[in-house]
């Protein structure tokens, strides 16, 4: 009588081995989405709805397809999806920086509410030049986004009118403008160079200066600043422009250059926090004491600005509310709700020991 050995399938004892699965670019050669649906003991709707629309389903069903998914590997063909129903799931978000938190936290919370809704955020970096910006433009489009977040208002002409015309949904953020291309969510540079100007106005500065970015933004803050100032018979304000993105290093730099225009300067208005504590270093090394021989006033309320001695004054913009109200004007407009065009967010001055 022959002696073989029992096959694994005779064996009870013995699991059946399965078969190796062959592998494609993004998960198990042909994995479709009804595979995932009969496991999860659903339609295959209610899986196109976890990745399309996941705020509409119920949570224990969400979580049960998300398992079977994660099980078998299953990555769902964005491209395919989008050639059938025009959808793409994706936003792109066109800022200058995530160097610091001036910007980060507006793009995190803007990911995370449109995570939250069914789409991915593309992210581009595109520094403070008008080029950059459009050939980013040029590439995130290629990718058919529904919906585009940008820093600014200030865009070449070529670049409003392509996107007036796109035929999708568009944020500027982080500046103001009564003609925003569609929406807008931001508050007035201008304003806020107004709103220091007054503040050292009412501290009895008579010899101010200004340590700048030479970006449009950063420059509308200086025409308020000085447009002030000017109104209340200063007319002569010492300053210093450096190229973007500011840093401390250039804010060390640029005190000495103004004290060598106006060696009574009494108060500095800096573009940002980063050139603040820079100027701050460079009046301890002169020996200058602050805030009572200088004030110094910086933008941005970073994370550092209550860790410096003494502590910063500085101007608050709350980014994160500026993401949370851009995530909500894309997804109303995609939703086929009309939104007010425009959303001033505000400021408000920190006041804490530097002035």
Known sequence: MPNHKPT???RPDVPEAAAPVKRVRGGPKGLRIADVAAQAGVAPMTVS???????????????????VVQKLGYVPNRLAGGLSSSRSRLIAAIVPTIAHSLFSETVQVFSETMSRAGYQVLLALSGYSDSSEEALLDAVLSRR???????????ADSLRERLSNVGIPIVETWDMTATPIDMLVGFSHYQIGVAVAEHFLQRKVRA????????DRALARRDGFRERLAQAGIREVAE???????????????????IEQAPKLDAVFCGSDLL?????????K?????????SICGFGDLEFATETTPQLTTVRVDGTRIGLTAARCLLDRLAGTDRDKVTDVGFHIVERETT
């Open 145 to 155: 986004p529904e919906g585009v977040l940008l820093t600014g208002v200030a865009h």
């Open 49 to 67: 709805r976890v990745f399309n629309s996941p705020e509409t389903v119920a949570p224990e069903t969400l979580e049960r397809v998300r398992q």
């Open 208 to 215: 101010p200066g200004l340590v700048s970015a030479n970006d």
């Open 286 to 294: 002169l020996g200058l004491k602050v805030p009572s021989q200088l």
């Open 276 to 284: 603040a504590i820079g100027a701050l270093g460079a009046a301890r």
């Open 8 to 10: 694994a399938a005779a």
């Open 240 to 258: 210093v422009l450096v190229p973007p993105p500011s840093s401390v290093a250039l804010g060390k730099a640029a005190l000495p250059r103004l």
